[in-house]
């Protein structure tokens, strides 16, 4: 748990004001991709069934769909916000690992994949924002200014 909080410390003190700007974009990207899986679930619906190496049933996939559009709408929002951003980014994590390894990298690294390198892209930044945090404008730093404790 020691690693943690240093890590934790070095990311609330290494942070940027530029970086808060490409949490915003990146919450509003996460959001926006949840919209999409609500608005049209077949598509997704189709491109995890084309993929299903687990072997998973049409009513878990359909299930899983609304678990993961949930979580992106949910999530996008609090990292767009800066609210409990780690949090939000762990939640994120493990959806945008399944994404890239069993959904996206079937078709192959090619050019056209476009979707897997833009999944490759977000997996990262999440990555990096469960490391340096929300940031001063967010949030989490506003009432940590107000209250003196840490939310980060």
């Known amino acids: 748990m020691n690693v943690i909080r240093k890590i934790e410390h ?12 490409l949490r ?9 991709k949840g919209v999409s899986f609500v608005s049209d679930t077949s598509v997704l619906q189709n491109m995890i069934t084309q993929n299903n190496i687990f072997g998973f049933s049409s009513m ?6 609304h678990v993961v559009a949930f979580a992106h709408l949910v999530g996008g929002v609090l990292i767009t916000l800066g609210l409990v951003t780690r949090f ?5 994590i493990p959806i945008l690992l399944f994404a890239v390894f069993f959904v996206n990298l079937t078709p192959g690294f090619s050019s056209p994949n476009s979707e897997l390198w833009f999944s490759v892209l977000v997996l990262f930044l999440l990555i990096m924002f469960w490391v340096v945090g929300s940031g001063p404008l967010s949030a989490d730093a506003e009432m940590k200014r107000k209250t003196g404790k840490r939310y980060a």
Do not use: E, N, P, R
């Open 10 to 21: 070095w990311g609330d003190v290494h942070h940027s004001k530029w970086l808060d700007y």
């Open 24 to 32: 915003i974009v990146l919450g509003l990207v996460i959001f926006g």
């Open 60 to 65: 878990l996939i359909s299930m899983a769909i």
């Open 88 to 92: 939000a980014v762990v939640v994120q």
